[in-house]
């Protein structure tokens, strides 16, 4: 299961460092310790560490030129939400790699969203409105991947995600 999500997630970026990315994945992707006595055995867990894997991201995205960061970033966070079969969109995931460097700090919705105007200007691909922003971080609160509570925005860093085995 978890080399069919690697698989899965390398096939779609194109990195120019593929051997770092895929160790960035190995450290970022793994799967869960389950004890013995599973209540349920056709389940697969994998642990995802999104704070580890949004800081190894910024180095790897920035070797195609600081200029272009972001939008690499934003791709190869796409591939692996795809990987994970998480539903995430393009803008969802720009909004997550503009906030890889929060960590475990928190962060206000309406500062957030200023910061994205600006950033917006140039990328305008991503662009939501304000509806659409408060959306998409519901949505990504929904996802698991942000915790978000009365106007604060916060990074899950680590969390489980686990598949039914056919």
Do not use: H
Not at 63 to 92: H, P
Not at 111 to 123: G, I, M, T, V
């Amino acid at each position: 299961m978890i080399q069919d999500v690697y698989d899965k997630i390398l096939e779609n970026v194109d990195v120019t460092a593929m051997d770092k990315f895929k160790n960035l994945l190995q450290k970022s992707i793994t799967v869960a310790i389950i004890p013995e006595n599973d209540p349920k055995p056709y389940i697969e867990t994998l642990s995802f560490k999104f704070g580890p894997m949004l800081e190894g991201l910024e180095s790897l995205a920035g070797s195609k030129g600081k200029d272009k960061t972001l939008i690499v970033g934003t791709q190869m966070l796409a591939a692996i939400f795809n990987g994970l079969e998480l539903n995430v969109d393009d803008a969802e995931c720009f909004l997550l790699f503009q906030l890889r460097k929060l960590g475990r700090f928190r962060k206000r919705e309406s500062d957030l969203l200023a910061e994205l105007k600006r950033l917006w200007k140039d990328y305008p691909e991503y662009e939501l409105s304000d509806i659409d922003f408060s959306k998409a971080l519901k949505s990504l609160m929904r996802e698991k991947l942000l915790l978000y509570r009365k106007g604060n925005i916060q990074l899950n860093t680590s969390f489980v995600i686990r598949y039914r085995i056919d």
